[in-house]
């Protein structure tokens, strides 16, 4: 089964709208204005464009082969073992270019530059 975008906005994956009017991944629950940009997050970030239909279950306990090899945590996409590994490194590689902030990830920095640079 090769997931579309038509088709991942209609599997068991979820696509109910929030009370605010937005679509929710159902996977790491974060929210879309647009029901395309749903079904675009859940192709990149949660597979590798293949999801199985009406198994929900099965495709979030999908194996874990990425562990992190301080505390052994086990992680489904290689990325998320990137980002969990700065817990233990300390490593803040975005940088804000208005001043001596940074941050272990992306969205940190982008709610930093928010409340304070703008």
Do not use: W
Request: net charge positive.
């Amino acid at each position: 089964f090769k997931a579309t975008k038509y088709t991942v906005m209609n599997s068991a994956i979820g696509v109910g709208k929030t009370k605010d009017g937005q679509f929710r991944c159902e996977l790491c629950h974060k929210k879309f204005k647009r029901r395309d940009g749903l079904a675009e997050h859940v192709q990149y970030k949660h597979g590798n464009g293949s999801i199985q239909p009406n198994c929900y279950v099965c495709y979030i306990e999908k194996d874990k082969p990425f562990e992190c090899k301080i505390c052994l945590k086990s992680f489904r996409l290689k990325h998320h073992l990137t980002e969990h590994t700065r817990i233990h490194t300390g490593e803040k590689p975005y940088k804000c270019d208005m001043c001596d902030f940074s941050a272990m990830r992306g969205y940190q920095l982008k709610s930093h530059k928010k409340s304070h640079h703008f």
